[in-house]
């Protein structure tokens, strides 16, 4: 099939750095099939070798590739071009609540420092001397530890919280899913160091409940759900704590 | 541990605000049915220690409902922080308490 002009999208991709930056239009012709990543893929290897921009699987599985796309966090090796064009036209650009390092490439050190605040690390209580943890798929806790675990850390969620964009020390919704994922973890050690990190300013009361992270969560995780559910946690131990300080 | 209170704070005073507003409406609704004035509900409500209880604990569970909440909204919109955050929270929440109280006092003062 030829392509003409007609099949040609406008694709306005955001250049710069950390600094100063700003949108330049591209032609690119569209493909059956065509994710935005191809777009971004056919940018660099056509018209601009210079354009900067993050990927690997191309399967939606890494959590490398999420971008703004037409104002919207997505991942973008699974975003097809069609459901999203409007008039033929895309924008793109790089995450938002997240610092540029050129192009749509951003710098990911912030995110992932939040998750070690959040202490989102398994760490066993056992010992590999003890025989392994026998825990039934029905139970409810490994149930909501199930519910939560399947984030890739693609950082949509995080450049979808207003909350992030108001409050640089909130942890932001993928570090607290991860949390609470790990607090209904039985073989997990570190809970209640978990709790107090996750409850501490910054974490999981700052949160509105706006939803934007499920809502644009592209694995349909709801971290606003994990979020109230440490916020129970939160709220029910500290209650505990002052019971007994008062009656023992 | 202090935003963990304030959190709780502002949750317990709005489980106490809800049913009130409530049992306010409702009883404004049933009560001017058949025609009542200014006059008629202040003689009703003046020297109640019912309405003076329930407004009282109305105007306390508000302003500190919505202190908490200014405070959320200085620190995250205006990037207020410290001792203003706290000093301007307070103002704020001592302010309605004492507007609220004045208010309670005109219905159900006696003098």
């Given at each position: 099939?030829?392509e003409?002009?007609?099949?040609?999208?406008?694709?306005s991709v955001?250049?710069?750095?950390?600094?100063?930056g700003g949108?330049?239009?591209?032609?690119?012709p569209?493909?059956?099939?065509?994710?935005?990543?191809?777009?971004?893929?056919?940018?660099?290897?056509?018209?601009?070798?210079?354009?900067?921009y993050?990927?690997?699987c191309?399967?939606?599985?890494?959590?490398?590739?999420?971008?703004?796309?037409?104002?919207?966090?997505?991942?973008?090796?699974?975003?097809?071009?069609?459901?999203?064009?409007?008039?033929?036209?895309?924008?793109?650009e790089?995450?938002?609540?997240?610092p540029v390092?050129?192009?749509?490439?951003?710098?990911?050190?912030?995110?992932?420092?939040?998750?070690?605040?959040?202490e989102?690390h398994?760490?066993?209580?056992d010992?590999?001397?003890?025989?392994?943890?026998?825990?039934?798929?029905?139970?409810?806790?490994?149930?909501?530890?199930?519910?939560?675990?399947?984030?890739?850390?693609?950082?949509?969620?995080?450049?979808?919280?207003?909350?992030?964009?108001?409050?640089s020390?909130?942890?932001?919704?993928a570090?607290?899913?991860?949390a609470?994922s790990?607090?209904?973890?039985a073989?997990?050690?570190r809970?209640?160091?978990r709790?107090?990190?996750?409850?501490?300013?910054?974490?999981?009361?700052?949160?509105?409940?706006?939803?934007?992270?499920?809502?644009f969560?592209?694995?349909q995780?709801?971290?606003?759900?994990?979020?109230?559910?440490?916020?129970r946690?939160?709220?029910?131990n500290?209650?505990?704590?002052?019971?007994?300080?008062?009656?023992? | 541990?202090?935003?963990?209170?304030?959190?709780?704070?502002?949750?317990?005073?709005?489980?106490?605000?809800?049913?009130?507003?409530?049992?306010?409406?409702?009883?404004?609704?049933?009560?001017?049915?058949?025609?009542?004035?200014?006059?008629e509900?202040?003689?009703?409500?003046?020297?109640?220690?019912?309405?003076?209880?329930?407004?009282?604990?109305f105007?306390?569970?508000?302003?500190?409902?919505?202190?908490?909440?200014?405070?959320?909204?200085?620190?995250?919109?205006?990037?207020?922080?410290?001792?203003?955050?706290?000093?301007?929270?307070?103002?704020?929440?001592?302010?309605?308490?004492a507007?609220?109280?004045?208010a309670v006092?005109?219905?159900?003062?006696?003098?």
């Open positions: 099939m030829t003409s002009v007609l099949d040609a999208i406008t694709v955001w250049r710069g750095n950390a600094r100063q949108f330049q239009d591209f032609q690119v569209q493909q059956p099939s065509q994710t935005i990543l191809d777009v971004v893929t056919w940018i660099q290897r056509h018209l601009d070798a210079s354009l900067s993050r990927f690997a191309r399967v939606g599985m890494c959590g490398s590739c999420a971008m703004m796309v037409n104002g919207i966090p997505r991942w973008t090796c699974r975003t097809h071009v069609k459901k999203v064009m409007q008039d033929n036209r895309l924008s793109i790089p995450l938002r609540n997240l390092i050129k192009d749509l490439a951003c710098d990911m050190s912030e995110f992932f420092e939040k998750w070690k605040r959040a989102g398994f760490s066993g209580r010992t590999r001397a003890q025989p392994v943890a026998k825990i039934s798929p029905t139970d409810n806790a490994r149930r909501a530890a199930d519910a939560a675990i399947e984030c890739i850390n693609c950082a949509i969620c995080y450049a979808a919280c207003d909350v992030v964009a108001w409050n020390e909130y942890l932001g919704p570090a607290l899913n991860r609470w790990l607090q209904n973890d073989r997990d050690g809970q209640a160091e709790l107090q990190a996750v409850s501490a300013d910054g974490g999981c009361l700052q949160c509105h409940s706006q939803q934007g992270c499920a809502t969560c592209p694995n995780l709801n971290p606003t759900a994990s979020i109230a559910g440490l916020k946690l939160a709220s029910v500290f209650l505990h704590k002052k019971y007994r300080e008062r009656y023992g | 541990m202090v935003e963990l209170r304030l959190y709780l704070a502002q949750r317990i005073s709005a489980a106490i605000i809800a049913p009130l507003v409530l049992l306010h409406l409702g009883v404004m609704i049933y009560a001017i049915q058949g025609g009542l004035s200014a006059d509900i202040l003689a009703r409500t003046r020297g109640s220690l019912f309405w003076g209880g329930t407004y009282g604990l105007v306390l569970a508000v302003a500190l409902h919505a202190a908490i909440g200014l405070r959320n909204i200085m620190r995250e919109w205006w990037q207020v922080t410290g001792p203003l955050l706290t000093g301007l929270s307070w103002v704020f929440g001592l302010g309605l308490l507007a609220g109280m004045r006092a005109a219905v159900v003062g006696t003098s």
